[in-house]
């Protein structure tokens, strides 16, 4: 499974949660800690809002510790907001496109799971994305299936509505094809403003979820989390830091909206 991390706050760089802490992302990329695979070299991606309405974007094939212009970016690159994420395929093909995060608009997603059978669920699935959605999906990943159904499902208007339904839609399609089949989606999408994360599966045993507003992991690494808004969020799929003190764990079926330094976490059911 894959590894993230998605930062909410005032601008820093991206190298301060990439390549910095720790046990950063591309130490994760080589040694995951609570993933079922420990290395996630199948291409990498960062997505990140600044002054323009959408996000930028850069992803590619290579493993993220092996690539020097994710290396240099990272140090240049500021952003109050952004995604970064390591990919381990679950089967579908190692390109470009099938990389995280993904882009439609102002919306960047990733997603850490699978849809299980995904094969024999694809185009019914596929065939419940609207066309003016559909006519943009470049891959072949479930993950990018689901992102494009939250926006035919009005994630733009009601993002929270539009999860409930699209988990909803995919468990009904695989209950049908393949009862059998197990659902995880431990994912983050974001607007430019707000982030939102969810961890839920089918058999509830989810990849693991954490978040951090704690002073002493943004002091550790340099940032001055201060009094001033907004404060930083991190929402990670592990610890930055072998310190657990600094972590608060998701739970299982929970949904969490991150704006403006602060975090909310309620209960999520599909519909």
């Known amino acids: 499974m894959c590894r993230w991390l ?9 190298s301060t949660m990439i390549l910095d802490p720790e046990h ?41 510790w092996n690539d ?14 952004f995604f970064a994420h390591v990919r381990a395929s679950t089967g579908t093909a190692v390109m470009r496109p099938n990389c995280h995060p993904f882009r439609h608009g102002r919306w960047l997603f990733m997603h850490n799971g699978a849809i299980g059978g995904f094969e024999d669920v694809r185009r ?15 891959g072949t990943t479930d993950s990018e299936t689901i992102f494009y159904l939250l926006l035919t ?7 929270e509505a ?15 094809a393949r009862p059998e089949s197990r659902f995880s989606l431990t994912a983050a999408a974001a607007d430019g403003e707000r982030v939102y994360a ?17 002073a002493r992991i943004f002091a550790d690494l340099g940032i001055d989390p201060g009094r001033r808004d907004p404060h930083p969020i991190l929402i990670v799929s592990e610890p930055l830091d072998s310190s657990s003190g ?26």
């Open 6 to 14: 998605a930062y909410s706050g005032r601008p820093i760089l991206l």
């Open 24 to 64: 950063s992302l591309i130490d994760q990329s080589l040694r995951a800690k609570r993933a079922q695979h420990t290395t996630n070299g199948d291409g990498f991606g960062v997505g990140w809002y600044d002054k323009e309405p959408e996000p930028g974007l850069f992803r590619d094939t290579l493993p993220a």
């Open 68 to 81: 020097e212009n994710l290396k240099n970016l990272s140090q240049h690159i500021e952003s109050r907001l």
């Open 124 to 138: 019914e699935l596929d065939n419940l994305i609207a066309p003016a959605f559909y006519r943009h999906r470049l």
């Open 153 to 159: 499902n009005g994630l733009d208007a009601h993002p």
């Open 162 to 176: 539009a999860i409930a339904k699209t988990v909803g839609q995919v468990l009904r399609v695989m209950r049908k």
């Open 198 to 214: 969810i961890r839920y599966s089918s058999d509830h045993a989810s990849p693991t979820l954490f978040y951090s507003q704690t």
């Open 246 to 271: 600094h972590w608060t764990e998701v739970a299982e079926a929970q949904l969490l909206v991150a704006h403006h330094g602060k975090v909310s976490a309620h209960a999520f059911a599909p519909e």
